[in-house]
């Protein structure tokens, strides 16, 4: 947001209903409704059926004999959503990042253009986060902005706080873990309270971190003291867990998508969204570790 996310409010898939995380909350008619976020009573609880679908019984039908009876087929041969393709997606957009990163690493390339390539990241992040649908170019070229910012800050830490990086990479590697054994083990229950209070604290955090930018840049020093010291790691620490916070978010959109029959297109959305979500831990856990390093 930036800390690097640019997205504070996960939009979901399916965005034209309505309800947690962008799914629609409607009964579906005819199949298992409780929960499934692309119900729709409009079209008898298929939300991409248009009123003379013959195949509107089952929610899930592209069309076909067998479907209609409420059949389940293979997701890959109804263009649906699997964790496969979220992993590859996710594999690729993460790719993009890494191999960005380590050229803006080799090459040396000034903190300004690094700066500069994180204003570009930032604005592509904000277009895709607002688009209707996915976009994968759009995404990719987020992804090679946001290496580039990343290669440049991450040599920058690596001389103030030498392994710095390695250890954040690790540290983000280990939150990755731990929030997903945690979703999956149902410790973390992504509700809409909980995706409430996640929001608006994520909106309180970017508000403190604009008022600390500003007194720095106007004041001198380093603004309101939020990314020095003691405060500094509080500040920090705050910043992983809701990057955290924001992981279980992403794997409740990706386990309700697969469920309950999301475009396979979608999970392009899901790689992107995992992709801010690590890209704000790592920079979070890299500012602590340089915190106390010079401590």
Known sequence: MRSSNPVFSRRGFSRDNSGYAG??????????????????????????????NPYATNPYAQGG???????????RATGRMTI?????????????????????????LPVGVGFGAAIVAMVLGLIQ????????ALILAYAAFEGLFLGVISKYYN??????????VLGT???????????????????RRFTRFVIGASIGFLLLMVANSLF????GGDGLGFRSGGLGIAVGVVGVLLGAAYLALDFKQIEDGVAYGAPR?????????????LVWIYTEILRIIAILNND
Not at 173 to 191: E, K, Q, S
Not at 216 to 219: E, I
Not at 265 to 277: I, K, P, Q, Y
């Open 23 to 52: 799914f629609g909350a409607g009964a579906q008619a005819g199949a298992a409704s409780q929960g499934n976020p692309y119900a729709s009573d409009q079209y008898a609880g298929n939300p991409y059926a248009q009123p003379s």
């Open 65 to 75: 004999p067998d479907l209609q009876q409420g059949l389940q087929a293979p997701a």
């Open 84 to 108: 496969d393709d979220v992993v590859t997606k996710t594999g690729i957009t993460l790719g993009t990042v890494i191999v960005a990163a380590g050229a803006a690493w080799a090459l040396s």
């Open 129 to 136: 986060s607002f688009k209707a649908k996915p976009s994968p």
């Open 159 to 168: 001389a103030v706080a030498y392994g710095a990086p390695m250890q954040a």
């Open 173 to 191: 590697m280990a939150v990755f873990a731990g929030v997903l054994i945690a979703y999956r083990t149902r410790i973390i229950r992504v509700d």
């Open 216 to 219: 720095a840049v106007f004041g």
């Open 265 to 277: 297109e979608e999970s392009w959305l899901a790689a992107f969204g995992l992709t801010l979500s």
